[in-house]
């Protein structure tokens, strides 16, 4: 029986799965939802229900928020008021970095301790090592809490800024839509111009992401280094490269914007005279 205590505001699909967890690892939990009803599962597992942010906050050392924006957790936090004193309060909100400092900052004039975290997984993955869970905001907090913690998923502690874990999760989630955009965009170009049927594309387009997936820590040194050396194509060799992409995707009636970008990018590398380098020092020209 693990005796830290945890009140979890917020019972949709993921608050539950974060308070199902919690009991089922022996942490004494009381819940808190706007509509009450959503507590009966809980409780009837043996959580306890808190009538009031107040007194849920009162209730437990660690108070998990997973509502549904920063919004709702200011909200929240002011009904919570000088009940959070003494308290860690672990955001699983969505936001971004700012508003987890502006939350953090809230937490401090109030006594209380903030970590940010970030669930990078599905109602039904939390308690499996197949959610990753990234947290920043006090390294000191995030030890004392991680008994219970460190039961949700995989736990990865990022920083002391509170706004850190956010800055990964916003990063992560535009990985995400770019790769699925650019995977669903070469779909459409090899199913519009050529007939190609997606189940047949489908092995040649995993095993091209898959150079990217087994490059990503090489690429990250080179961006580290600001060393690009050429790898298997120079800046000059991707041009031509990049202008027929143009024109197809054009012929095809799909957008060109990003590619038109992109070659722009690689022309004014080349212009300063640094075709010969590969294309990861594109990364510079994305910062200016």
Excluded at 51 to 80: F, K, N, P, R
Excluded at 164 to 173: H, S
Aim: a negative charge.
């Amino acid at each position: 029986m693990n005796d830290l205590s945890v009140t979890v505001l917020g019972l949709g699909a993921m608050g539950a799965a974060l308070a199902r967890t919690f009991l089922e690892h022996g942490h004494p939990t009381t819940v808190w939802n706007r509509s009450p009803a959503k507590a009966a599962p809980l409780v009837a597992g043996g959580a306890r229900h808190a009538g009031t942010v107040a007194d849920a906050m009162a209730a437990s050392d660690l108070v998990v928020l997973c509502l549904t924006g920063h919004d709702a957790v200011m909200e929240v936090l002011a009904a919570g008021g000088a009940s959070a004193a003494g308290r860690t309060l672990a955001d699983f909100s969505t936001g971004t970095p700012d508003e987890a400092r502006e939350s953090a900052a809230w937490a401090r004039e109030h006594g209380a301790v903030h970590l940010d975290a970030v669930v990078q997984a599905g109602p039904a993955d939390i308690g499996t090592p197949a959610a990753t869970l990234i947290y920043s905001g006090p390294a000191r907090a995030f030890a004392a809490c991680r008994p219970a913690l460190e039961p949700l998923g995989t736990a990865h502690h990022v920083g002391e800024d509170p706004g850190q874990a956010g800055l990964y999760d916003l990063a992560l989630l535009g990985l995400w839509y770019d790769t699925t955009l650019a995977y669903l965009n070469a779909l459409a170009l090899a199913g519009g111009t050529g007939g190609v049927e997606p189940e047949t594309f489908a092995p040649f387009a995993a095993k091209q992401m898959g150079y990217v997936v087994a490059a990503a820590q090489e690429t990250a040194r080179e961006v580290r280094d600001r060393s690009y050396p050429r790898g298997p194509a120079s800046l000059t060799e991707h041009a031509p490269v990049l202008e027929h992409l143009v024109r197809l995707r054009a012929a095809a009636k799909l957008g060109t914007g990003q590619f038109e970008h992109l070659l722009a990018l690689v022309n004014r590398r080349i212009a300063d005279g640094r075709g010969d380098e590969g294309f990861t020092g594109i990364v510079e020209e994305l910062a200016r």
